[in-house]
């Protein structure tokens, strides 16, 4: 008890038994441990400048060194041979290399305190000695022929690894084979001898690789004296050894015994002498072979690497030849120092007066020596006072605290020994709990928290946890007390927040200390960045908003990390990179900014990652290796290519380009295209052009660079292959035809010398051709009959023959009239308008017209058509308002019907009709009035979402600009979406009476869903086009945070003030445009028409090509008109000339066209539920009943 109160300390206590092992923080008293020290043997090499023997301890107070040598203490000599000037601090010292020899030996290394002795295991020094060979003088060796012999080397000891070497004086090698062989002890073997044995030079090299020393032998003579028969009758040249039995040379006798240490290599070795050279056969008796063994030096030496106990046994060689056979036995036998079988003993603190076991576990073969040591001193038996030793078990009876102290336990064996330190404290002592007291622990609910409770005393004391100044113990299945004292509590919640009591407790007392918890709400991205596509030299947009603790915010923070490595952001210089209001920006995107971006929100306690894919999308890369080839003919070639990177966006299409030197050198044309996913092109060039090529991609982004020009690829003459196209003939003056048309490209006329054959005759009157030879591209025929039809062929020819044969084309000669252009003179035009006018109403804005055609007769010329016209008088919206909306359309050739779309709905119209020729209009129609029907309103031109909820969203729109009707109110429909298939779970829709309802709270939606939302305006004709609009309803924290920060955010009162303001504009233009009585909505302003015009052309020229080249080359519609009336061609043309419509090419109503039936119904876009019943003609401008 005395020793108790003189420590003054507390010792750790693990908490499982009454003698549990010890565990000492640094600032508590306590025995010496040893903690480092040099392992043995300690091999001094010539080469070292200084050996170094360690030995380090802990312990309080800190430990003293002591050393012996050889079981004696060592006491240090002065420097310099020793530098001892850190043996007291941690017991290390140096040795210099000067004069070591006599430090060779065991030593040992004792760390001591007030409370015990700590000691090391024997660390032997050893300094071996330069190797040498003695000098010696060896007399010849002289053998005979046949017989087997011996050279012994003897090598010196040295430091391992030892290597021999047979050598001449000369360096030579000496040759070994199956007859001559050096063994493991370093001699050289001969089988038998011959004649070329004979030299004076046999010298044996040892090599000591570690200290790198070779040392040599005195050279030995061999000679070797033929060997003679008994008989000299036999000729010498036939003369063969005798066989000689086989016999050993090495080992000796007829048995060996070897005793190797367990996981060393054992080596097995008989070397044969006779003639013939004997065969080594191995086995083991009783057993097969080891897979591990392995035959050297021809079979001579068997070697099994790491020897295990399975390898004990008898081996037997055995060396036949046919003069006989010898045999050698070995006994192997596999032995093994001494090891703990599980681990060394443990250090123990005992209660007063408890027993004391300390097992000394161990094995090895032979059977280990134990030696039992109390503070490096030999322990005695003290049976008066039970205390002994039994076995390999030290046993203290009713232990008192005297008897703590460091115990030694050593097992040895001929192989070697192991040592334990045990250290054993004896003692009482109430608890005392190390932790520091009102300790902080913080932890993100639903996660595991632990709160400690260090504990000191003996004996072992209990810990019991309390919450919030009440006695009663934590109980229940999310709170454990650890093995150490800490209290464990799983999946926290946020009641789990306040002060706990640690209470620890044994016989001698009872200590306390209180731990703070808090519960922090968990750090969640709520918007996470998405996989996004997104276009080379863009701006790329990552989303990353995130909820946290509050009370976390110091220590909050985002960072960006992209394929593993954090993007740097830096304030100082100009970055791509910008980050701000929960978004990373990436400025110019490039194919270097592809890859996965993390989104790591973290804080002090926790994290949350979102991880997105951005994909950067170019044109793609230029082809590479383009390639000519030559198909069957010179003009035909096929060209291949490499495609390069597509950067993520699919190839399209390839488009070939050439370039030729004669005509336009430097200047790329495009020749071909062919499909993405096809890397070859078969071209037909023209002739007599020296060509260049190349390819450049085509994906969604765009098209790429082009790929490098393959070399010049020239093509021979040849006549042209094809005639000229767009023959026009017309009759400009009665008696004379005039022809014309387009001449060949430069590049497609194969060759010099190009020239044209006119040939023409009267249509069904003459057989005979008359034909004429001209450079240039018209010719005029005079004296021609008035208005006859003619057949014309234009045919191409150059210096290597003529095109193909041309197709015939039918022209009229000039008409019997003189027109006047634009001067006030007598012209000829129809005289007769079309009769039997009747409209039909296929939809809301589409008419069906219909007539009786005029008279043959009454064209007076070339019939080229009808034009219709219609007048806009009034809108039903506003019929107080008279308007003077005015357009024509032109129809050509011979029909008696038409189809007029881009009507108003809910309008009064007024329709006439007449026929053209070459020379002008004819006679209007008698006007025929009727009126539209109410249609459905366009799109709503806004719809925005806002104050979302958990259960409701707030929508706000404009109303349609054009309403084409009479607005009744609104059809909404909302469907609930899966965020993760993006399928449609549920759909639902109301009806918003009013016209003038502009915004809707949509109540009894679910919580934390999302929703796509259609609305549409509606008249009494039904609900126009939807306009989409997707949201999300929020969770019950999400919408608190955001009713604690929006109202306050600047930003959201700037945003409902921008939606009032476009909402007022909105309606504004709206009223505007209505009272204006002008153009439609969506009409282009002047000077715009004639571009939407011809873009409609294009669209439909794209779509059918043939058709409209067609419609438009054969029909020049338009082209004269009388007094101002002079519309565009193939456009709606107003008829005051002012307020001209382009709405859609007349191509798009042509015969012959994709929209028309095979009666000339228009089936098209404009096409709806068509209104059943004619409206016949009047004799006024009355109604028209339909």
Same mark, same amino acid.
């Given at each position: 008890m005395r020793l108790a109160v003189s420590l003054q300390v507390v010792l750790l206590l693990f908490l499982s038994s009454r003698a549990v092992s010890l565990s000492f923080p640094l600032e508590v008293e306590q025995l010496p441990t040893i903690t480092s020290h040099t392992s043995g043997p300690v091999i001094v090499l010539p080469y070292d400048n200084t050996v170094t023997i360690k030995c380090e301890a802990r312990g309080n107070p800190p430990p003293e060194y002591r050393w012996t040598k050889d079981d004696l203490d060592f006491i240090p000599p002065k420097p310099p041979i020793i530098k001892s000037d850190q043996l007291e601090k941690d017991g290390t010292f140096v040795l210099q290399n000067k004069s070591l020899g006599r430090f060779q030996g065991k030593y040992r290394c004792f760390a001591s305190n007030k409370l015990g002795t700590a000691m090391t295991e024997a660390i032997e020094l050893i300094v071996p000695s330069m190797p040498k060979f003695p000098k010696e003088t060896i007399e010849p060796l002289i053998v005979e022929e046949g017989e087997p012999f011996v050279l012994k080397c003897n090598p010196p000891e040295g430091v391992p690894p030892r290597k021999i070497h047979w050598m001449s004086t000369g360096l030579q090698h000496i040759e070994?084979?199956? +007859?001559?062989?050096?063994?493991?002890?370093? !001699?050289? $073997?001969?089988?038998? &001898?011959?004649?070329?044995?004979?030299?004076?030079?046999?010298?044996? /090299?040892?090599?000591?690789?570690?200290?790198?020393?070779?040392?040599?032998?005195?050279?030995?003579?061999?000679?070797?004296?033929?060997?003679?028969?008994?008989?000299? *009758?036999?000729?010498?040249?036939?003369?063969?050894?005798?066989?000689?039995?086989?016999?050993?040379?090495?080992?000796?006798?007829?048995?060996t015994e070897r005793v190797l240490v367990k996981g060393t290599e054992l080596q097995l070795e008989c070397i044969p002498g006779g003639y013939p050279i004997p065969k080594i056969e191995w086995m083991k008796m009783g057993d097969n072979l080891s897979t591990r063994a392995k035959l050297d030096n021809f079979g001579k030496l068997l070697t099994i690497a790491a020897v295990e106990e399975r390898d004990e046994g008898k081996y037997m060689c055995l060396a036949k030849s046919p003069a006989g056979q010898a045999v050698h036995y070995f006994d192997v036998i596999v032995e093994e120092p001494p090891r703990w079988l599980s681990a060394p003993p443990e250090s123990h603190l005992?209660?007063?007066?408890?027993?004391?076991?300390?097992?000394? !576990?161990?094995?090895?073969?032979?059977?280990?020596?134990?030696?039992? +040591?109390?503070?490096?001193?030999?322990?005695?038996?003290?049976?008066? @006072?039970?205390?002994?030793?039994?076995?390999?078990?030290?046993?203290?009876? @009713?232990?008192?605290?005297?008897?703590?102290?460091? $115990?030694?336990?050593?097992?040895?064996?001929?192989?070697?020994?192991?040592?334990?330190?045990?250290?054993?404290?004896?003692?009482?002592? #109430?608890?005392?709990?190390?932790? %520091?007291?009102?300790?902080?622990? &913080?932890?993100?609910?639903?996660?595991?928290?632990?709160?400690?409770?260090?504990?000191?005393?003996?004996?072992?004391?209990?810990?019991?946890?309390?919450?919030?100044?009440?006695?009663?113990?934590?109980?229940?299945?999310?709170f454990r007390t650890l093995y150490n004292g800490a209290l464990q509590i799983s999946s926290t919640e946020k009641e789990d927040s306040g002060e706990y009591i640690c209470v620890a407790d044994n016989s001698e007392g009872k200590s306390y200390i209180t731990a703070v918890l808090a519960v922090k709400d968990p750090t969640h991205i709520v918007n996470g960045p998405q996989d996004m596509q997104v276009i080379s030299g863009t701006t790329a947009q990552l989303t990353c908003q995130a909820e946290y603790d509050r009370s976390l915010q110091d220590s909050f923070e985002v960072v960006w990390i992209k394929d593993g490595e954090r993007i740097p952001l830096s304030l100082e210089e100009p970055s791509r990179y910008v980050v701000g209001d929960g978004m990373l920006q990436i400025m110019n995107v490039n194919l270097g900014d592809e890859g996965m971006y993390t989104c790591t929100a973290r804080t002090r306690l926790d994290v949350d990652n979102v991880t997105a894919l951005l994909t950067v999308l170019d044109v793609p890369d230029a082809p590479q290796n383009v390639v000519v080839t030559e198909l069957k003919d010179p003009r035909n070639i096929s060209l291949h290519w490499e495609p390069g990177s597509d950067h993520n966006s699919s190839v399209i299409e390839f488009v070939v380009e050439y370039e030729e030197s004669q005509w336009e050198p430097g200047k790329w044309k495009e020749l071909h295209k062919v499909p993405g996913n096809q890397a070859t092109a078969e071209l037909a060039l023209h002739g007599h052009l020296n060509y260049q090529f190349r390819v450049y991609a085509v994906n969604a982004v765009g098209p790429g660079p082009p790929s490098e020009p393959t070399e010049r690829y020239k093509t021979p003459p040849a006549a042209p292959d094809r005639n000229p196209e767009n023959v026009k003939i017309q009759g400009h003056l009665p008696h004379q035809m005039d022809i014309g048309w387009d001449p060949l490209l430069p590049v497609e006329q194969n060759g010099p010398g190009l020239e044209y054959k006119v040939s023409y005759r009267k249509l069904d009157v003459d057989d005979t051709w008359t034909e004429h030879m001209v450079k240039r591209h018209s010719f005029v025929v005079r004296n021609t009959s008035t208005f006859i039809p003619y057949e014309i062929k234009i045919q191409s020819r150059n210096s290597h023959g003529w095109g193909p044969e041309p197709k015939t084309v039918t022209g009229y000669s000039g008409e019997d009239v003189v027109f006047r252009h634009c001067l006030q003179e007598n012209v000829s035009i129809p005289t007769a308008a079309p009769r039997d006018i009747a409209v039909e109403l296929m939809n809301t804005t589409v008419l069906k017209v219909s007539w009786t055609p005029v008279p043959p007769a009454t064209v007076r010329g070339h019939l080229r058509g009808y034009h219709v016209h219609w007048l806009r008088k009034r809108s039903f919206l506003n019929p107080d308002k008279i308007l003077d909306e005015r357009q024509t359309l032109s129809f050509p050739g011979k029909r008696t019907h038409a189809i007029v779309p881009v009507l108003q709905p809910y309008s009064e119209y007024m329709l006439t009709v007449n026929v053209f020729n070459k020379k002008g209009n004819g006679p209007s129609s008698d006007p025929v009035t009727f009126n539209t029907p109410e249609g459905v309103p366009e799109q709503v031109p806004i719809l925005t979402t806002s104050n979302a909820q958990k259960d409701s969203v707030r929508l706000v729109w404009g109303p349609p600009l054009v309403a084409n009707g009479i607005l009744i109110g609104y059809l909404l429909q909302y469907h609930l979406i899966n965020e993760t298939t993006m399928e449609v779970l549920n759909t639902r829709k109301m009806n918003i009476a009013g016209p003038d309802t502009t915004h809707w709270q949509l109540e009894g939606l679910e919580e934390g869903s999302r929703y796509l939302f259609h609305l549409s305006a509606c008249t009494r004709a039904g609900c126009g086009p939807p306009l989409a609009q997707e949201s999300s309803t929020g969770t019950s924290?999400?919408? &608190?945070?955001?009713?604690?920060?929006? !109202?306050?955010?600047?930003?959201?009162?700037?945003?409902?003030? &921008?939606?009032?303001?476009?909402?007022?504009?909105?309606?504004?233009?709206? /009223?505007?445009?209505?009272?204006?009585?002008?153009?439609?909505?969506?009409?282009?302003?002047?000077?715009?028409?004639?571009?939407?015009?011809?873009? %409609?052309? =294009?669209?439909?020229?794209?779509?059918?090509?043939?058709?409209? !080249?067609? #419609?438009?080359?054969?029909?020049?519609?338009?082209?004269?008109?009388?007094?101002?009336? =002079?519309?565009?061609?193939? *456009?709606?043309?107003?008829?005051?000339?002012?307020?001209?419509?382009?709405?859609?090419?007349?191509?798009?109503?042509a015969d012959g066209g994709g929209e028309f039936s095979e009666d000339g119904s228009f089936i098209g876009e404009y096409s709806g539920h068509k209104q059943e019943g004619p409206v016949t003609e009047s004799n006024g401008f009355g109604p028209v009943t339909a």
């Open positions: 070994q084979d199956e +007859r001559v062989s050096t063994g493991t002890d370093g !001699s050289l $073997y001969f089988s038998h &001898a011959l004649q070329k044995d004979s030299r004076e030079d046999y010298c044996c /090299f040892a090599d000591f690789v570690r200290i790198r020393t070779i040392v040599q032998k005195t050279a030995v003579a061999v000679k070797v004296e033929p060997w003679t028969p008994d008989y000299e *009758s036999l000729d010498s040249s036939t003369v063969t050894l005798p066989t000689r039995t086989p016999r050993l040379l090495l080992p000796s006798g007829v048995q005992n209660v007063i007066g408890s027993d004391v076991h300390i097992k000394c !576990s161990v094995s090895g073969n032979p059977q280990p020596d134990i030696v039992w +040591r109390k503070n490096g001193h030999i322990f005695e038996d003290d049976l008066l @006072n039970n205390k002994r030793v039994l076995d390999d078990t030290l046993m203290l009876h @009713n232990a008192l605290p005297e008897d703590s102290g460091v $115990y030694q336990c050593e097992a040895s064996n001929r192989h070697g020994g192991v040592l334990a330190n045990i250290n054993v404290m004896v003692m009482n002592m #109430a608890p005392l709990i190390l932790t %520091k007291a009102y300790q902080e622990y &913080a932890v993100i609910r639903n996660e595991n928290v632990s709160m400690y409770c260090r504990v000191f005393g003996s004996p072992p004391p209990t810990v019991s946890w309390a919450k919030n100044q009440t006695p009663e113990t934590i109980e229940g299945e999310r924290a999400r919408v &608190a945070g955001q009713q604690r920060s929006v !109202s306050t955010k600047g930003w959201f009162i700037g945003t409902m003030c &921008a939606v009032a303001l476009l909402t007022l504009i909105i309606l504004t233009v709206c /009223f505007m445009r209505r009272n204006k009585g002008g153009k439609y909505a969506g009409m282009p302003p002047p000077g715009r028409q004639d571009m939407l015009a011809m873009d %409609k052309v =294009k669209e439909k020229e794209d779509l059918h090509p043939e058709e409209v !080249s067609q #419609a438009i080359n054969e029909d020049n519609f338009c082209e004269y008109s009388d007094g101002d009336e =002079k519309p565009l061609r193939g *456009s709606l043309c107003s008829l005051n000339g002012d307020d001209a419509v382009s709405r859609d090419s007349l191509v798009d109503y």
